[in-house]
């Protein structure tokens, strides 16, 4: 992923995250994107605040991205959306999870994703660290606000899982809740690793 195809931009005091970036020393997009993308994986202590990045210092997919965002929002370049969209996670994509998936007989199941689009690219900077193939196909997606990383994706993300499930012929095997609850799994597992 090339950072230098997004527009970079110096960040003036002009709103709560861009207030706290330029205190952290953070001076443009660049600087915020290395900083955030280089901070550990890791669910907030409320999912859906974004803000939350900069105190706790971690983030998923959906904090990181929605705090860059905002970011985007207070310095009003337009042009950068957050976007929400379903891959099939595999031990390819996401390292970390095969275990887990190969435990319920499964190569994949469906994630839920947040990134940034620009000039119709995906920007994906939940660790610029990580080792794996790229998430490249994703099967529906949605441009989104920050304020909807939190319940609105999750029954984004839920309701998908039937069709999903329907599609792969796998109605007899899973449901949305025991299916969730693997990815609640992976999702532990993914960030016991990291943090290891």
């Not at 952290?24 to 600087?31: A, H, T, V």
């Not at 904090?63 to 969209?85: F, P």
Request: aromatic share 12%.
């Amino acid at each position: 992923m090339r950072t230098e195809e997004l527009p970079n931009f110096t960040i003036i005091n002009n709103g709560k995250i861009s207030k706290e970036l330029v205190n952290l020393g953070i001076k443009d997009f660049y600087q915020a994107i290395n900083f955030i993308g280089n901070l550990p994986y890791g669910r907030n202590s409320q999912r859906s605040l974004y803000q939350l990045v900069l105190t706790e210092k971690r983030g998923t997919c959906s904090t990181k991205h929605a705090l860059l965002s905002r970011l985007c929002i207070e310095q009003q370049v337009e042009e950068i959306k957050l976007y929400t969209g379903i891959y099939e996670m595999t031990e390819y994509n996401t390292p970390g999870v095969g275990a887990i998936l190969k435990k319920y007989g499964l190569e994949f199941l469906p994630e839920a994703h947040c990134y940034l689009k620009y000039n119709e690219k995906r920007y994906d900077f939940t660790r610029l660290d990580v080792k794996g193939e790229p998430i490249n196909t994703f099967l529906v997606e949605e441009k989104i606000t920050p304020a909807q990383i939190g319940n609105y994706k999750i029954n984004f993300h839920r309701s998908y899982i039937p069709v999903w499930l329907r599609d792969k012929g796998l109605c007899h095997k899973f449901n949305t809740d025991n299916l969730w609850e693997i990815r609640e799994d992976c999702i532990k597992k993914l960030s016991q690793e990291i943090q290891e």
